[in-house]
């Protein structure tokens, strides 16, 4: 029989009423204190942990499922007594037990010690509630979990029952390829799998220092302004040739207004013609 | 998407040398309180745990939620904010 150390009173409450929902668990309607979930978690789910595994299921099945389950679980005890309990391994043994599901893990010291644990607790437990989906099938135990691992361990309990689902499905074929995954290779796989790519900043906006944010830029900022400024005089000569003929267009557009644009003219010239001479007889005047 | 934060962007300039365990992203006075009770009284202690987590930002935002409250920004930004430092300084 194997012994799951399971203390939801540990459980934030977010995390109790997730694991209620994935196991069928009807909450209360209203918000209710924590001490009510742990209740119903430990009435509901410690029942799942002893030999009767589903409560959908007809008794013969549930006998038939009971004894692969025990079958199943006799084997994984002779194989490895304390796999099953991280509080119960030594710190080695539980750094080789998350090796195993391919975490690599630091040193265990008192401080990293009950996160390991727990990583170790969370990556055993979708082992169990896998029955609520009705596959019944208890040999895809060891497949699905080494399919889950990677993708972490999600804290939406009803997504990782329809994922599990997913994984069965495909446990023949190859493994579910994450387009996203694809995309962004070298994103760590979060724990709800949601991962968010960061915007670069706005290189010099807001007092943002360039020179940290950009090093893998191969020209200075000075020289990309002046590339930028010789990139502006190439239709420099387009826009100045634009505004002489916009010129031409507005003179002649003047001149053809009035029929009797001869005589403005003209009188325009006489005038100036009449400005100079006034000038020069002035300027002759003087002396 | 996340943008950055002065605080952040002002740990992340330079080492961290002495600083007091609120220069951190994300750790202001009331984490910072909960961290120095803890014994994490300065920002390389807290870096020491990060590192001892093999810099992995998901474990290290579940200690610093379990050790000081945080909420899950708090820690991510935490998280991110020392693993910047590392990549630049480490």
């Known amino acids: ?287 | 998407m996340s943008t950055t934060s002065q605080k952040h962007r002002d740990f992340v300039a330079e080492p961290m040398g002495d600083k007091p365990v609120t220069a951190l992203s994300g750790i202001g006075e009331v984490l910072g309180n909960k961290l120095v009770e803890k014994g994490f009284d300065k920002a390389f202690v807290v870096l020491g745990q990060y590192l001892l987590l093999r810099k992995d930002g998901e474990l290290f935002t579940e200690w610093l939620k379990d050790t000081s409250g945080a909420n899950t920004r708090n820690a991510t930004s935490c998280a991110q904010c020392l693993r910047e430092w590392c990549d630049s300084f480490l």
């Open chain 1, 1 to 287: 029989m194997p012994v799951f150390v399971d203390d939801p009173a540990q459980f934030s409450k977010p995390r109790l009423k997730s694991d209620l929902l994935a196991h069928n668990v009807t909450l209360p309607v209203a918000e209710s204190k924590k001490q009510v979930y742990v209740k119903l978690y430990l009435k509901h789910i410690s029942q799942k942990n002893a030999p009767d595994f589903s409560n959908d299921e007809e008794d013969y099945q549930q006998e038939v499922v009971e004894v692969q389950d025990s079958q199943d679980r006799e084997e994984e005890n002779k194989e490895d007594p304390e796999m099953t309990d991280p509080c119960g391994l030594t710190d080695d043994e539980l750094k080789a037990t998350l090796f195993k599901y391919g975490v690599e893990a630091g040193p265990i010291v008192a401080t990293t010690r009950s996160i390991y644990e727990r990583k170790l607790q969370r990556l055993l437990e979708p082992a169990q509630p896998r029955q609520n989906g009705g596959t019944g099938d208890a040999n895809q135990y060891s497949d699905s979990e080494e399919e889950e691992e990677e993708w972490g361990s999600e804290q939406g309990r009803p997504e990782t029952v329809s994922l599990v689902e997913e994984y069965q499905h495909a446990n023949e074929q190859e493994p579910v390829t994450d387009v996203l995954m694809e995309m962004f290779p070298e994103t760590e796989p979060t724990r709800t799998g949601i991962t968010a790519t960061r915007r670069r900043p706005i290189k010099g906006a807001a007092g943002r220092p360039v020179q940290f944010k950009y090093p893998d830029l191969l020209a200075s900022p000075m020289t990309l302004q002046r590339q930028a400024l010789e990139r502006r005089l190439v239709p420099l000569s387009v826009q100045i040739l634009v505004f002489l003929i916009l010129t031409c267009l507005f003179y002649l557009i003047y001149a053809a207004m009035e029929h009797s644009s001869y005589h403005p003219f003209v009188a325009l010239l006489d005038n100036l013609s009449m400005g100079t001479e006034t000038e020069g007889l002035s300027l002759q005047a003087d002396p």
